[in-house]
């Protein structure tokens, strides 16, 4: 599918199995998320907290259902946005890109935010110098290709897994492995529902693999067996830490309310030195996922002449370096404005919050892609229409019931961007008709 544009233009398929499990895995961040994403749900909503988690974990997994079914019949380079591209309209397909590479910037760059709030608060570090250090970090590693990133990533993600599994056991053991209920804990509907957004932040980083479906080998087999398993992974991973630190804060009490602190009083330095070496790598590692995921919908949308065709430059082992390029500038503007502007703390939880609200309607288009393509045929794709509308109908559901928890310039700051997609895919049809006249 798609126009051919020459040799210098199309990506070599150079990744397997492993390869995106680990990159995808590292883009989770599941480790850096329970301190971040998985304090902000706790916060939110207490001992149910491991529920919202869950609870988020099954909205992405039934979207991830849907891109399981849609990767297969889509091998390309652009993920969300190829699907909207080929199965509903051009505009569509600009305004699904438009969003992704939003959802894309904003999420890695939380990352950073998160990572950079732990080193400020363990060691004292200036805030600007950690965040440039891990976002530079980050950036030569998107210049050198995907390659060497991909084998960074598997190295780093093993160690991440074990250091999770370590923490869950550590903090059950502490209890006398004692479990507390979290159905006991009464909450609201809506602000569950706004934990569960938060929570999807948690496993949701397998969106950064279909981007780069154009240079994984055997992409119909390798892309759908990624996304379910770093899905169930990291989730699962991640609601079990933040269940057992729950379990903890209720049968021992906390320490200050910092789990970091909590670490280092009752587990030693040694275990706290291990936790912030899993946070700093995290930081890098999921900010170099969702970059590379964002400069491949940057080159799939250049590709198709949607935006300017300099982005969809192929260099070397580079990659799509002008889109890479791009993709760089836009964490940089993202980062320093909303530091500069709000701080650590408050530009991680308003990048967060947008990021999650753009996720929940790009996996809305991906829905509506599948079930386009399964109402071609619905005799014999029943089970894709239903699994395209369940998937549709939760998640507008949660993202409809979270908006009234969710603060009121955050809500408005994603409609912003929103209706300059919109406004964006406007212009370029007008300029493009103007130019078909002349």
Do not use: C
């Not at 680990?22 to 850096?32: A, E, K, N, R, V």
Request: charged share 10%; no cysteine.
């Amino acid at each position: 599918m798609g126009p051919s544009h020459g040799s210098r233009r199309h990506l070599h398929r150079e990744i397997g199995l492993l390869d995106l499990v680990f990159l995808s895995f590292g883009g989770q961040s599941p480790f850096l998320s329970i301190l971040s994403y998985g304090v902000l749900v706790f916060t939110s909503v207490g001992a149910i907290a491991p529920l919202a988690i869950m609870l988020g974990t099954l909205m992405v997994l039934i979207n991830g259902l849907v891109v399981y079914r849609l990767s297969t019949r889509f091998t390309q380079t652009g993920g969300y946005y190829t699907y909207a591209y080929y199965s509903l309209t051009k505009r569509l397909g600009f305004e699904t890109g438009w969003l992704y590479t939003i959802y894309a910037v904003l999420y890695g760059a939380a990352y950073v935010i998160a990572a950079s709030s732990i080193l400020v608060e363990v060691v004292g570090l200036p805030p600007l110098a950690v965040l440039t250090a891990i976002f530079a970090a980050s950036s030569i590693f998107l210049i050198l290709g995907i390659k060497p990133t991909a084998r960074y990533a598997m190295v780093a993600s093993v160690v991440e897994a074990a250091a999770m599994a370590a923490v869950a056991l550590l903090f059950l053991s502490s209890t006398g492995w004692r479990l507390y209920n979290p159905l006991s804990a009464p909450v609201a509907p809506g602000s569950l529902a706004a934990a569960a957004i938060l929570g999807a932040g948690i496993p949701t980083g397998y969106g950064s693999i279909t981007p780069v479906s154009g240079e994984v080998r055997n992409p119909r087999r390798n892309v759908p067996l990624a996304v379910i398993a770093v899905i169930l992974m990291g989730g699962g991973l991640a609601a079990l830490d933040v269940y057992a630190i729950a379990d903890h804060f209720i049968y021992l009490g906390g320490a200050g309310g910092s789990i970091l602190d909590l670490m280092a009083l009752r587990f030693g330095l040694l275990t706290l030195s291990f936790v912030l070496f899993a946070a700093i790598n995290d930081g890098v590692l999921a900010t170099l996922a969702f970059m590379i995921a964002a400069s491949r919908t940057l080159y799939a949308m250049s590709f198709h002449g949607l935006i300017p065709r300099k982005l969809s430059e192929v260099k070397g082992r580079s990659g799509p370096l002008y889109a890479s390029l791009a993709t760089i500038a836009l964490y940089a503007l993202t980062l320093y404005s909303s530091y500069l502007a709000l701080g650590l703390a408050a530009a991680f939880a308003t990048l967060a919050l947008i990021s999650m609200l753009a996720n929940s309607v790009v996996h809305v288009s991906a829905n509506f892609s599948l079930l386009r393509i399964s109402w071609k045929r619905a005799s014999k794709r029943r089970l894709e229409l239903l699994l395209s509308a369940a998937a549709t109908a939760l998640t507008i559901y949660l993202l409809l019931q979270s908006l009234g928890d969710i603060p009121l310039p955050v809500v408005t700051g994603f409609m912003a961007l929103l209706v300059l997609g919109f406004l964006a895919a406007e212009v370029r049809e007008m300029v493009a008709g103007e130019e078909e006249e002349e």
